[in-house]
């Protein structure tokens, strides 16, 4: 079941507890922290299980036309079961009944080293009807690569 998260301090404490769950995609403390405060403010939908937050995602607004994926998760022992799929049609959901025409995201692009779950990220957005639009150099810093990929909503 995906449902709104409204409350501020339930959106923050939800989103650190994932994040710090998947270090290899959320490596840096301050920046787990830095995410948990900004999402307050921001529109999340979380998966729940058997009463259990199984994953979430939280979208930044771009008026006129686009919605931000700012971030998306789920819980390692749920990962494979779909629900990040089901967070991103919510999403495109959400988007599309606030008038959007496109959901956007941002993620690290190759960088030549092994890094498995980030080519899985990536992959999860190309079967998900992402297009690749720009690879930013140094939008974030030096040695990270921001990878901008937009999907149309239709």
Known sequence: MISEITCPDNKSALCADIMSGLPEWFEEPDGIAACADLVTGLPV???????????????????????????????????GRGIGRSLLQAAEAHARQSGCSLLTVKTLAPRGRH?????????????????????????????HPCLFLVKPLH
């Open 115 to 143: 890094e498995p779950h980030l080519d899985s990220t990536r992959a999860f957005y190309d079967r998900n009807g992402f297009l690749k639009a720009e690879i930013f150099p140094t939008l974030w810093a030096e040695g």
């Open 45 to 79: 939908l979380a998966h729940t299980d058997g009463g259990t937050c199984t994953g979430f995602i939280a979208l930044k607004y771009h008026p006129p036309a686009a919605a931000e994926i700012l971030v998306i998760a789920t819980r390692r022992e749920f990962h």
